[in-house]
């Protein structure tokens, strides 16, 4: 039967893996279609590399594909599922490649506060394009710190403050209990604040 | 609370990851704690700062990578069986054109030829032009131990172990032949085969016949069908894989001309203080 794209818009990850797996090819394409930017940032944030972070959501729908038959919609999530797959791709890919090497965050800060300080506008007030250079001197920071934390940790706060899942959820993507989900994200917060101290706190 | 676990659960609290009774006893703390409540202050100041790492839009040929790789996942994981060889597909439609001419000319056989009736002639059989009288006669037999001549059919008996025929035309061996009996007249209620001539079948049998001729054509239509899908799908196959390796050659094209363009210039002074080195 054919699907206008009304209808698709409605149906929900689950109904779309049940056509999917009914045989029908495109109930994927449309998956895909819907996932592909917070997985491909999922994978960015963890491996730090655009083109390989393409590559790995390739993979793990390609994954998804092949034991597609062994989702059972009735009884999980499928972003769950989804993001159990991706946690599996990505931690095997960082422990069969080298570990780039990490940014220096002292380095980092002090460009960071001369961009900042020194520009005419600081006293003023920020420009956008300030703004926006600030924004892109953060992001660089913030990836080498999360680049600095254990995969574990990483992956639960990745997963907590950029996909939005909730602490169950990343619960069964990690396969741990809840309360050790709540000590991951803890820890990983205490070692960020730890390196971004001198950036975002004053002393 | 002690503070230690005050602030994994302040941590979790910020993330909506509490009960009702427990961000109660968190709030309880925190209003006679400074240092736990500086520390809720940060952690929420460390997620506004998080936040400010926006997410980025990946390549956007990836989707349609996507699907052709997947297509292409898909048709490997074909048995190696469905694939059949070109010659089957000029056979099978061959046999199927056969078949359905077969069906057809039975057919309009069937729809031409007159209903058989049975009739009267066909019934003086030879065993009925027998006078009645002879039905009455006793059957003649022979004796039992009378041996067939060797030039009479004989009929031959397997030999139990020995694996050889034994022909039963003479000897002590020689079966007494059974007493012939002229048998009466077949009569024309029981079956049908007898008394219609062959060339004709009856209709039962021809329905039969069409119905075995439909399922056969049928089936060679089906073996057709699939034999012709199959190619279709070889040759999809082959242009998708042509299709991944242009693909594949463009991308390391434009990589080189990247890195080509990224590479600092080498200056001539290198060169020249390589030569004088030599000379020291």
Redesign the interface.
């Known amino acids: 039967m054919m699907q206008t794209a009304t209808n698709r818009a409605r149906e929900t990850d689950e109904e779309l893996m049940a056509r999917f797996q009914a045989g029908d090819s495109s109930a994927m394409e449309e998956l895909f279609a819907r996932f592909q930017k917070p997985l491909f940032n999922f994978f960015f944030r963890m491996v730090g590399r655009r083109e390989t972070a393409e590559d790995l959501v390739q993979e793990t729908f390609l994954k998804l594909c092949r034991f597609g038959h062994t989702f059972r919609g009735s009884h999980a999530k499928f972003t769950t599922w989804l993001y159990s797959v991706a946690g599996n791709q990505c931690r095997d890919y960082l422990r069969h490649s080298a570990r780039r090497p990490e940014t220096s965050l002292g380095e980092l800060e002090e460009n960071v506060q001369e961009n900042y300080s020194s520009h005419p506008d600081a006293a003023a007030g920020n420009s956008p394009v300030e703004d926006h250079l600030l924004r892109l001197e953060l992001r660089a920071v913030l990836q080498s710190a999360i680049d600095s934390l254990p995969e574990k940790e990483r992956s639960a706060i990745v997963l907590r403050e950029y996909q939005g899942l909730e602490y169950k959820e990343i619960a069964e993507v990690l396969g741990c209990p809840i309360g050790s989900v709540k000590v991951l994200i803890f820890r990983a917060r205490q070692r960020l604040r730890e390196r971004l101290k001198g950036m975002l706190f004053s002393a | 609370m002690r503070c230690k676990r005050a602030?994994?659960?302040i941590?979790?609290s910020i993330?909506g990851?509490l009960s009702r009774r427990e961000e109660s006893a968190v709030e309880r703390h925190l209003s006679r704690c400074a240092a736990c409540a500086r520390e809720k202050a940060?952690?929420t100041?460390?997620?506004d700062?998080?936040?400010?790492?926006?997410?980025?839009?990946?390549?956007a040929w990836?989707?349609e990578?996507?699907?052709h790789?997947?297509?292409a996942?898909?048709e490997k994981r074909q048995p190696a069986a469905v694939r059949r060889p070109r010659w089957l597909v000029g056979t099978a439609a061959a046999g199927l054109a056969t078949a359905l001419l077969a069906f057809a000319i039975l057919v309009t056989y069937q729809l031409q030829a007159p209903p058989v009736q049975p009739t009267k002639t066909t019934l003086e059989t030879p065993a009925a032009t027998q006078p009645a009288a002879e039905m009455a006669k006793p059957p003649t037999t022979q004796p039992a131990v009378k041996p067939a001549p060797d030039a009479s059919p004989s009929v031959a008996r397997p030999d139990g172990d020995k694996g050889t025929w034994t022909r039963l035309t003479g000897g002590e061996n020689a079966r007494p032949r059974p007493p012939v009996v002229s048998r009466p007249p077949r009569s024309p209620k029981r079956g049908t085969g007898s008394l219609i001539s062959r060339g004709t079948p009856a209709p039962a049998e021809a329905e039969r016949i069409v119905l075995k001729n439909i399922a056969a054509a049928g089936f060679a239509n089906e073996r057709a069908t699939h034999a012709v899908t199959d190619e279709l799908g070889e040759a999809e196959l082959a242009v998708n894989e042509s299709i991944e390796r242009v693909r594949g050659t463009l991308r390391r094209a434009v990589d080189v001309l990247m890195a080509s363009y990224a590479a600092p210039a080498i200056e001539d002074s290198e060169t020249t203080d390589s030569d004088k080195g030599g000379t020291l």
């Open positions: 602030r994994i659960m941590s979790a993330d990851g940060e952690l100041h460390l997620q700062a998080m936040a400010l790492w926006a997410d980025e839009e990946p390549s990836l989707a990578n996507f699907a790789r997947m297509k996942q898909q």
